[in-house]
């Protein structure tokens, strides 16, 4: 359909494609999602798991986060404790994920308030460690944000920040797409040369595993 609209570049990293395309239908995600789609979860009189717990909590934040009107201070609770919980847990991860928590976690970095922007990329940062989640994220516009906070962000943010970067670049589209973005580069070299240690270090890792994508 993208094709067919006339476009000529790829939709999520703006590169431009060949003159005749190969695409290839994928049958398996297709099929993995159509199955999905159909799974009803069945209501059990057995104990709860800790797992099944932390899942059942991670919903109850995820609906204070999106709601239309939460507190600063809700926001934050919710935040702090989502973060927590995707730590280490991959499901719950990839729920925060589907669940549409990742625009409001975009919109609190871009409230202004630097408690909210912390946490929110530390949620962020947390997310980016599903290989799923890397391309998703700078598709919902991530980079534009971590430009922003890594220019006027507190030191704190700033750090995460690069740190989010390094991890993003993991993979390889996503080199090409922040290395093209403008400032992105020069932002990370600017924090290279003025930040305290641990920005230092973050962005000196960040620009490390952007520059093995040869454009940057």
Request: proline residues 4%; charged residues 20%; hydrophobic residues 40%.
């Amino acid at each position: 359909q993208w094709i067919d609209s006339g476009n000529r570049t790829c939709p999520i990293t703006k590169l431009p494609l060949s003159e005749n395309p190969s695409l290839i239908p994928n049958h398996a995600l297709r099929s993995l999602i159509s199955n999905f789609a159909h799974v009803i979860p069945k209501e059990s009189s057995r104990p709860r798991t800790q797992q099944e717990l932390s899942q059942s909590q991670s919903q109850a934040l995820i609906s204070t986060l999106v709601s239309r009107s939460p507190s600063n201070a809700s926001k934050l609770e919710s935040l702090t404790r989502l973060v927590r919980l995707t730590k280490r847990d991959s499901l719950i991860r990839r729920k925060v994920t589907e669940s549409g928590a990742v625009r409001a976690a975009l919109d609190c970095v871009d409230s202004g308030n630097q408690v909210l922007q912390e946490k929110s990329l530390s949620l962020l940062l947390n997310l980016s460690l599903e290989d799923d989640n890397k391309v998703g994220l700078v598709a919902d516009g991530v980079i534009r944000r971590i430009v922003a906070v890594l220019r006027v962000g507190s030191p704190d943010c700033k750090a995460i920040a690069a740190t989010l970067l390094t991890s993003l670049a993991v993979v390889e589209v996503n080199k090409a797409t922040i290395g093209s973005y403008p400032d992105a580069i020069s932002a990370l070299v600017y924090l290279l040369r003025v930040g305290n240690d641990r920005e230092r270090k973050e962005s000196a890792t960040a620009l490390y595993a952007l520059c093995s994508f040869m454009d940057n």
